[in-house]
């Protein structure tokens, strides 16, 4: 903490109040329960506590970045809410999420972990929190914590992360509303795989959040020729950008992580290009596995806990 607070004080109102935000207007996605957020943001996924995650997260927001996107399960939640509190831009610019580890399942487990985070990142409330895997199991009950923790002003938006077609409808089928979002890795590798649940979450309003995109950083798919003959014919655009700009038009919110000034400025240079059709296309046929996130296609029954309390 020395150190994030000696850190903290060389940052200045004045440099952060001379950045403008590059993220566009038309890059920001209305979900179902009216909020508006970024269509891109940063993940700290692996990105360590402290230094790293702390000036990841200031360099971003000097950037023009207004989503960080973080999780129990990271241990860094502490550093992103240092930056957060330290960058000078105003708390209602922001969006800020976390997600609820599979070990915190449960009515009274969820309150009382989610209260905790919101304490540790000395933060008010979260702009949305999401319920990181289906398997800690008690879905239902789980919800219901959060929907709770939402009506209170703990929490603005509520959503699910690594949810099955199965786990979301065992909500609605048990009267609850749906979630906002549910965060999955994505990417071409896995498309085809995953139709099934992105057109269920499409056709229900739930917006597709996608990190994996980059590919966990294994880039010898970045250096396939499906990607790199888009590359050519884009100048000046990396294959970083290309595979962020196709889930940016398959309608994905993006939330790709890196702890390097240079890489989260590149990042967000997505939006002055648009892929063709057939390059789209092109990139859909990739196929592989990359063995490093979970599957909710494949992972996780749906054990639903409690279902007698509702916070509607």
């Keep these: ?21 590059v993220i566009p207007a038309s890059a920001w996605m209305t979900l179902l329960d009216g909020k508006k ?14 230094e790293e995650t702390y000036n ?5 927001l000097e950037l023009g970045y207004r989503m960080v996107d973080t999780a129990q399960m990271y241990g860094n939640e502490a550093s992103v809410g240092q930056a957060v509190r330290d960058s000078g ?4 610019e922001l969006w800020i999420q976390s997600k609820l580890d599979t070990s915190n399942h449960g009515y009274e487990q969820t309150m ?29 009950e789980t919800w ?38 549910n965060q999955i890795e994505m990417h071409p590798l896995v498309l085809a795989e995953r139709k099934g ?5 499409n056709e229900k309003g739930i917006i ?6 980059l590919f966990f950083g294994q880039t010898q798919w970045l250096d396939d020729p499906r990607v790199t003959d888009i590359v050519k014919a884009h100048a000046g655009k990396s294959a970083a950008q290309v595979m962020l700009r196709w889930g940016w038009q398959k309608g994905f919110q993006l939330i790709p992580k890196s702890v390097k000034r240079h890489r989260i400025e590149s990042n967000m240079d997505i939006f002055d290009f648009s892929l063709t059709e057939a390059e789209v296309q092109s990139l859909d046929t990739m196929q592989g596995q990359l063995g490093a996130y979970w599957n909710p296609v494949k992972d996780s029954p749906v054990d639903l806990g409690k279902t007698d309390r509702n916070e509607l």
């Design 1 to 21: 903490m020395v150190f994030l607070r000696a850190v903290g004080a060389l940052v200045s109102a004045a440099c952060i109040s001379s950045v403008t935000a």
């Design 112 to 140: 009382s972990a989610v209260k905790a985070t919101i304490k540790d990142m000395g933060l008010d409330y979260l702009d949305c929190f999401l319920v990181h895997s289906p398997g800690g199991g008690k879905l239902v």
């Design 37 to 50: 957020i970024p269509g891109l943001g940063l993940g700290v996924y692996m990105s360590q506590p402290g």
């Design 197 to 201: 649940l992105i057109d269920y979450c």
């Design 208 to 213: 597709v959040q996608a990190y994996g995109s």
């Design 144 to 181: 219901d914590a959060l929907l709770k923790l939402q009506k209170d002003g703990f929490l603005r938006s509520v959503g699910v992360s690594n949810y099955d077609v199965r786990h979301i409808q065992a909500l609605a089928d048990h009267g609850r509303p749906l979630p906002t979002m």
């Design 56 to 60: 990841s997260v200031k360099w971003s």
């Design 89 to 92: 831009i105003p708390r209602e």
